[in-house]
């Protein structure tokens, strides 16, 4: 079965800085894609990233970079130049198969907070 | 980008009531459609997959009785919560994918629910 793992509960980071949040993931499946998601106290789910299993180059969009390890079994977000509004919960999430119609199982959740 | 929508946002009802959660997709059509519960600090958990036309396939432990899906046309599926108790009481978040383009499953803006 697959599980995806998210050992940081709550995170800390300073305007501007760099912030790595970590995500271990397990599946028997060979092709699988990986996301992470932004959370705000709004509760409402923000797409930010999107690895497939097959992608040579580690994603990025804007500020957003995918750090993937396949032999590790790790999909780790890169945030870069941090700011305020980035404070939020953030889920990394698994979809067993390439195509866009399965579930996504979610990870337990990092808090992150930016410091001014 | 394609959205998701909810309704009600938020809903108060007595125990022992029912209460009925819409979820529609906007400008797309989604023959599977999927509901996640999220109690406060933790994860999004998924309840079940809401496959148009056909029966709802329901995770373990989640009880088919007690949330009732219906996804009877390709742009809406709902969720009811039938004789709802304050142990019902979460956010609940729906969620679809496009046929094409962007792998990024969207999610609807949430229910928060309290069973009084």
């Known amino acids: 079965a697959q599980k995806i793992t998210q050992t940081q509960p709550g995170m800390f980071v300073q305007e501007k800085e760099a912030v790595t949040l970590d995500c271990t993931y397990d599946?028997?499946?060979?092709?699988?894609?990986l996301f992470w998601y932004k959370q705000p106290s709004s509760g409402e789910m923000i797409f930010l990233i999107y690895?497939?299993?097959?992608?040579?180059q580690n994603a990025t969009e804007g500020r957003y970079s995918l750090n993937f390890q396949k032999a590790r079994k790790s999909a780790n977000l890169v945030i870069s130049a941090s700011q305020l509004g980035d404070s939020a919960m953030y889920f990394c999430?698994?979809?067993?198969?390439?195509?866009?119609?399965?579930?996504?199982?979610f990870g337990q959740g990092t808090e992150l907070s930016v410091k001014p | 980008g394609a959205v998701v929508s909810q309704h009600p946002s938020w809903v108060i009802c007595k125990s022992g009531t029912s209460v009925k959660i819409e979820c529609r997709s906007l400008?797309?059509?989604?023959?599977?459609m999927f509901w996640y519960r999220q109690f406060p600090k933790q994860s999004l958990m998924l309840m079940a997959t809401?496959?148009?036309?056909?029966?709802?396939?329901?995770e373990q432990g989640v009880e088919k009785d007690k949330f009732l899906i219906n996804h009877a046309s390709l742009t809406l599926s709902t969720l009811t919560v039938t004789s709802a108790h304050p142990e019902d009481s979460s956010f609940y978040i729906c969620?679809?994918?496009?046929?094409?383009?962007?792998?990024?499953?969207?999610f609807g803006p949430g229910t928060r629910l309290t069973v009084l």
């Open positions: 969620s679809a994918n496009r046929d094409r383009g962007s792998h990024e499953q969207f």
């Open positions: 599946t028997s499946d060979q092709s699988y894609g």
């Open positions: 690895q497939g299993s097959y992608d040579e």
């Open positions: 999430a698994m979809r067993e198969g390439l195509g866009r119609g399965g579930k996504l199982i």
């Open positions: 400008d797309f059509q989604a023959t599977t």
């Open positions: 809401s496959n148009e036309g056909s029966k709802a396939t329901y």
